[in-house]
């Protein structure tokens, strides 16, 4: 994930597989330890406690959307939107 780096550390992030559901992999403490956190659950939680005037995910999501090219937070609404089956 060309862009996207651990914050403290500096190593690369990338999107795994596991247990069937994607998860944001970081590797951290010197490459001995890492975390792995459900993507759709953070994105999940963000829409949802940002519809419901949670703080702070009101003000990560107006940051979030004020730094976000317009292709981007297109890119974002397309992950929300029901799959078009047909």
Known sequence: MKG???YTEGYA???????GEVVIC????GGYDSTA???RGV?????ENAQQGT??????LRDLQASLTPQQLSALRRLFAPPDIG
């Open 55 to 60: 703080q702070p995910a009101n003000e990560i």
């Open 4 to 6: 996207v780096d651990e």
């Open 26 to 29: 970081a590797i951290n403490q």
């Open 13 to 19: 992030v990338s999107l795994q597989v596991e247990s």
């Open 43 to 47: 994105l999940v939680w963000l829409a």
């Open 37 to 39: 956190v459900s993507l």
